[in-house]
């Protein structure tokens, strides 16, 4: 297949998007479960809990329809890496490319996929780093 010129202009995958994306992502992992929780919790003791003290959403982390399709995809895609004394390594491109043949993605689409999928896992890789910093089992 060669590659048209036009697929590689400046601007093609919309500024903005991976970083949205990424931030959803990030709140949802550091907070999803712990905030359903918490609102629970609330609901059933009010005078305890204040609704200030659940964290929200930031507007740059506000979940999209589109956003469910990518976070499938990394939830199938997550454990075909590698697992090393020294932590994890990225997903593969392989493991990418084998995903998209078996969905149909292809040509444009799968650049914006690839791009949109290292994101994420570039965003967990952070994230299990964080945790596992000295000192961030005491505040857990």
């Known amino acids: 297949m060669v590659r ?7 601007g093609r ?3 903005g998007r991976r970083k949205k994306l ?3 992502f990030r709140f949802d992992l550091e ?3 712990h905030t359903d929780w918490l609102e629970e919790l609330r609901r059933e003791h009010p005078d305890e809990i ?11 982390a506000r979940e999209e329809a589109w956003h469910d399709f990518y976070w499938q995809a990394w939830n199938v895609l997550r454990f075909d890496r ?14 990418y490319d084998t995903f998209a043949r078996r969905y149909g993605i292809e040509g444009e689409a799968f650049d914006r996929f690839h791009i949109f999928m290292t994101s994420l896992d570039a965003e ?3 994230h299990r ?12």
């Open 4 to 10: 048209q010129p036009c697929r590689q202009e400046a």
């Open 13 to 15: 995958i919309h500024r």
């Open 22 to 24: 990424t931030a959803a």
């Open 31 to 33: 907070w999803k479960g």
């Open 50 to 60: 204040s609704h200030e003290q659940i964290p929200r959403r930031p507007a740059e």
């Open 82 to 95: 590698q697992y090393l004394d020294g932590g994890e390594t990225p997903i593969p491109f392989v493991a």
């Open 124 to 126: 967990w890789l952070r």
């Open 129 to 140: 780093a964080e945790k596992a910093k000295p000192g961030k089992e005491a505040e857990q």
